[in-house]
């Protein structure tokens, strides 16, 4: 079962405990990792059941080709699961494409009204009315997930938060855009990933909706380890691990997500150092201004010994 682009480290181990008990990665997500997978499809003793990826990847922002995943799902006969928390669907329609949609709704979905988290865990599963597998995927869900009535409080609050969604999610997408850009020409900052940068934004432009954007989610790389800390402690905004929240959130990802796997995330192109913002609904100006100022503390802290 191959793990396309770089995953969630949940998802990995959850699948790795699954009983397909085997996950392939092809962690980079490149054009030539399609080409390896492709070649071991033709191999008779190679058989793949489902292919899971995210779009756009959660840290490195990079997008799959889903179209030519989709492809060699429809020539070798297996399923494409896709994770499109990060860009989500009120941004991208991506159903054509693959067998089963997952969302976490723990994000931008409930992510309104106070930022209310009182749903635990919630999250979606779409299954493609289309797909050759239907069936068999929806008749598996159907054995193992049992259908439950939530605590009414619960469903209150999911419904009273996702209400207004879509404007949250376009106010925060054009919120990331001056973000991006700041960072982008600061001399200090190394990288921006985002998915409106790089080779594979365009197979994310293609599927993205005709009112949809590029997300409020980016990673920034410092050239320097001890200025991405400097500016990280004096980021004027909450700290947490979710995204999508009404107000801006950052976290030093590799050291909370990959802890025990950090030198491996280097590796593979995340430093430790690596800093996720999920941009809120605050004034873009006021955004911008406090990331300025960080990064101007940080720069202070260079020159002291």
Known sequence: MPCYSWLYPETVRVLRRSPWNRAISFKWGTDKELDELEHMLKN????VTALFCEI?????????NLERIRHLADEYNFIVACDETAGNFVNLDILPFVDVVLSSLTNMFSGGFRCNRRQSTPSSVAVNPNSRHYTRIHSQLAIQHESVYCFPGDVAVLKRNSANMAARVRKSNANAVPVVEFLQQHP????????SLGPTSRWYTKHMRREGGYGNVLSVVMREPKTAQGFYDNLDVCKGS??????TLAIPYVQLACYW???KCEEYGLPRHVIRISVGLEDAGEIVGKIRSALEEAEKGEGET
């Open 44 to 47: 008779p003793g190679h058989h």
């Open 188 to 195: 200090s900052v190394e990288q921006v990933n985002h998915p």
């Open 56 to 64: 756009p990847s959660n840290i490195k922002f990079i997008s799959p």
């Open 261 to 263: 796997d950090q030198d």
């Open 242 to 247: 979710s995204f999508g929240t009404n107000f």
